[in-house]
């Protein structure tokens, strides 16, 4: 229990010890248990602070003649891209196609695989009206997680300072670093301004 919530308990109990003076302290708090419940926090489950991009769409960068065109027969292009994705005996449907900055989403129902993305991508490129350099790949959302690497040496051992370059080439040779994929060049500080140490910080797309 909080402060605020004791304190506010604490005042429940006063008043009605105002209005039934003569009541043993037991029953006064029975009398409080059942006015003012205690929450149930069984099975409650700790909420994340940020969520994650919606997973169950395809986002498409194209130009702005692009968007229009597509927009313009959405309901047709999401019933031809349901018809390719069946025919390949995919699960995957598509529900409706939205503007998003710098070009369009497809919403599906669920989750779309690699063979889901390269039957829209042909389909998009296929439409008459649109050329092949203007609809670029669909690709799932993603978002970016940031890390960083502590207690390493700031000045090399030939006397040069560590840079980007230096760990970009050290994680290419490390095991750990194989499945992971930046999405721009690390960056290198000093822990403090008299330290020798560095803090490496860097940003990487999740899996």
């Not at 690497?149 to 040779?173: A, R």
Request: aromatic share 6%; hydrophobic share 35%; proline share 6%.
């Amino acid at each position: 229990m909080s402060y605020a919530q004791a304190t506010n308990a604490a005042a429940s109990i006063l008043k009605i010890k105002e209005v039934f003076p003569a009541l043993l302290n037991k029953k006064i708090l029975e009398i409080h248990d059942v006015a003012f419940p205690k929450p149930d926090n069984k099975g409650r489950r700790i909420q994340h602070t940020t969520k994650g991009p919606f997973r169950k769409q395809a986002i498409v960068p194209t130009s702005d003649n692009i968007k229009d065109i597509i927009m313009g027969e959405a309901n047709t292009h999401i019933f031809q891209i349901n018809m390719l994705l069946k025919s390949i005996k995919s699960t995957t449907r598509a529900k409706f196609i939205c503007l998003c900055p710098g070009g369009i989403s497809i919403n599906t129902n669920s989750v779309l695989n690699t063979s889901d993305l390269n039957t829209i991508e042909r389909y998009l490129k296929s439409i008459n009206s649109t050329g092949n350099d203007e609809v670029l790949t669909p690709q799932l959302p993603q978002s970016k997680s940031y890390l960083k690497i502590t207690g390493i040496p700031y000045i090399q051992p030939n006397g040069n300072k560590l840079t980007s370059d230096n760990i970009i080439t050290t994680m290419k040779h490390l095991e750990l670093f194989e499945p992971v994929n930046l999405t721009a060049k690390p960056r290198v500080i000093k822990a403090s301004p008299k330290s020798n140490m560095a803090i490496i910080w860097f940003d990487i797309w999740d899996s």
